[in-house]
């Protein structure tokens, strides 16, 4: 089955070269940066500070290694699951004689095969129009980035963190586009010769359009047989982990004769206590990021979260009917988006509906309070880019997302009231 996905098989069967052909001291394996209008320190990044450059290794370690044995699996570092998001796994005759399988996530895995002729085209300097109409990836482009990253930040349909997989202890796996572009950490700066040669796509769009096209590939997962059922139950790994791995010990008071940690209802999902509850934390960013868009969206986005709900209670049938209009939404939420002007009253909008649904409760679930302050992180930075907040401001609302971060520190001690209280004060604040 093939998911029209957008991006990784730019140029899918031209050679990969390697790490090293593009990290040389010559190329991009500087230590200082020179007049290039790129960085050339880009292999430095990437090797000091950025877990891809370590992405194999961890397959050589013994929590990796008890992963695969508890699968089954002789070991890590040769199983084609394992290898497919933690390297650079193209097939056999795809690799240059400097290819190195342990190089992790290289640079080829999200700009493209290195053989293809961007490489010659770029090393004399062409515009990167033309580098891109010779396979060099534009990763600028959101459509095209979430292409790449989401293949192993979310799965596809030969790659798929599975339930089984996170059984076996391998960590739960989140992502936000925007924030993780800068986590990763940025090996680029937007500045006025980058804005010159490419087109710059700013926070808020990034992270909305990285939102609707989650939603979209989550669609794809669930609709695909492959991961439809595992014996009895459906797919697992689609549902909202902290439904089912908490305490029970959590729906007890505390001394206070509180309630802190028990199950919470939440408005918009139609469900009661005691049902695994489908991960729509993706879902409830792209409601909040279409008001941007326009309230008919919004509206469809709603029934749709509920929809996902009501079928995951009814049957597969009703489920994957319920993702196919999702799906659809996503789909078209994508253009709204990429079309809508971001200026700061529509970044102020999508910063103001987040804060709103937080006070009201609707992420009351970890991954949906995660989510939030990501986005909340992302479109703070987003404005203070775009000269629309001073520095003085970002620096007080930096200070104010202090207690909002923290709430969200560690998904196990995950205090729903406190996120609640964290984000009433920064609503009050501002
Ligand atoms: C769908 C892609 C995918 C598959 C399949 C996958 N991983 Fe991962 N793995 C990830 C991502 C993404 C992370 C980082 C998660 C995060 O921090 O957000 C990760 C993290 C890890 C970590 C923790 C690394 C750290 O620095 O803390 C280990 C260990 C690991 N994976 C081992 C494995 C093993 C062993 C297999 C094969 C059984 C495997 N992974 C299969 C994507 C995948
Ligand atoms: C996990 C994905 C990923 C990996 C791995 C990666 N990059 Fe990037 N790179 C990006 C993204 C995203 C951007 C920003 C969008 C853009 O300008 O293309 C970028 C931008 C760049 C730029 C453009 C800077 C500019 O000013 O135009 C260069 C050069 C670059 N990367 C080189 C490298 C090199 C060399 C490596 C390997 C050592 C590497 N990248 C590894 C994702 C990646
Ligand atoms: C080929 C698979 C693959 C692709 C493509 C990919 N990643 Fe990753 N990424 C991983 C794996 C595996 C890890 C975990 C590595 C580890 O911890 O050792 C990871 C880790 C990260 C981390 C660190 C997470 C943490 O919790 O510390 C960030 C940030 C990140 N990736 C961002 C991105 C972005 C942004 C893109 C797209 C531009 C991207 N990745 C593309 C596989 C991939
Ligand atoms: C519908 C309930 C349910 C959901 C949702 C769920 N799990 Fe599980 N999980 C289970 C069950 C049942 C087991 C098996 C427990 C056992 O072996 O005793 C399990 C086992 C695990 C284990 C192994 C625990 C151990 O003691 O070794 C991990 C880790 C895990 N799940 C992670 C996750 C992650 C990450 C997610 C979200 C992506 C998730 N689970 C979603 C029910 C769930």
């Known amino acids: 089955m093939v998911f029209g996905w957008l991006a990784p098989p730019a140029m899918a069967q031209d050679v990969h070269l390697g790490v090293k052909s593009c990290g040389s001291s010559g190329c991009h394996g500087q230590v200082a940066s020179s007049s290039s209008p790129v960085l050339l320190n880009e292999y430095v990044t990437w090797q000091k500070y950025d877990s891809h450059a370590t992405a194999y290794k961890v397959l050589m370690e013994p929590r990796s290694q008890r992963i695969a044995k508890n699968l089954g699996l002789p070991n890590a570092h040769e199983a084609k699951i394992c290898l497919d998001c933690h390297a650079d796994n193209v097939a056999a005759e795809l690799r240059g004689p400097q290819f190195v399988l342990a190089d992790g996530v290289g640079c080829e895995a999200c700009h493209g095969a290195g053989a293809a002729p961007w490489m010659g085209l770029h090393i004399g300097g062409s ?60 090996h680029f700066v937007i500045d006025d010769d980058y804005r010159e040669r490419k087109k710059v796509v700013d926070g808020v769009r990034t992270w909305a359009i990285g939102q609707a096209l989650m939603v979209e590939r989550r669609m794809d997962l669930l609709i695909s047989t492959k991961y439809a059922t595992d014996g009895l139950f459906p797919e697992l790994a689609f549902f909202d982990c902290h439904a089912c791995h908490q305490p029970m010990s959590s729906a007890l008071p505390d001394k206070n004769g509180d309630f802190p940690t028990a199950w919470t209802p939440r408005p918009g999902t139609g469900l009661g206590p005691g049902v695994p509850k489908f991960n729509d934390a993706n879902m409830l960013m792209l409601e909040i990021a279409l008001d941007m868009a326009g309230p008919e969206m919004v509206e469809a986005m709603s029934q749709n979260i509920l929809a996902i709900h009501k079928g995951s209670q009814t049957s597969r049938a009703a489920m994957v009917e319920a993702a196919k209009k999702t799906k659809a939404t996503a789909r078209a939420a994508v253009n709204a988006l990429a079309a809508k002007e971001m200026d700061a009253a529509t970044m102020k909008k999508a910063m103001e509906g987040l804060i709103a649904r937080g006070v009201d409760g609707y992420f009351v679930d970890y991954e949906a309070a995660e989510q939030s302050t990501m986005a909340l992180g992302s479109i703070i930075e987003a404005m203070r880019v775009a000269g629309y907040i001073d520095g003085a401001g970002y620096k007080r609302m930096s200070a104010m997302m202090e207690d909002v971060y923290n709430a969200v520190a560690d998904d196990e001690r995950f205090v729903p009231s406190k996120y609640v209280a964290a984000v009433r004060e920064l609503s009050a604040a501002l």
């Not at 963190?161 to 076996?168: D, E, Q």
């Not at 960590?171 to 993780?180: N, T, V």
């Open 127 to 186: 515009p990167h129009d033309q580098n891109v109409q010779n396979g060099l990836r534009p990763l600028e482009d959101p459509i095209v980035r979430a292409g790449v990253c989401l293949q192993c930040h979310l799965g596809d349909d030969s790659q798929f963190a599975t339930h089984r997989i996170m059984g076996a202890g391998h960590p739960r796996i989140s992502f936000e586009m925007d924030s993780f572009t800068d986590f990763q950490p940025a």
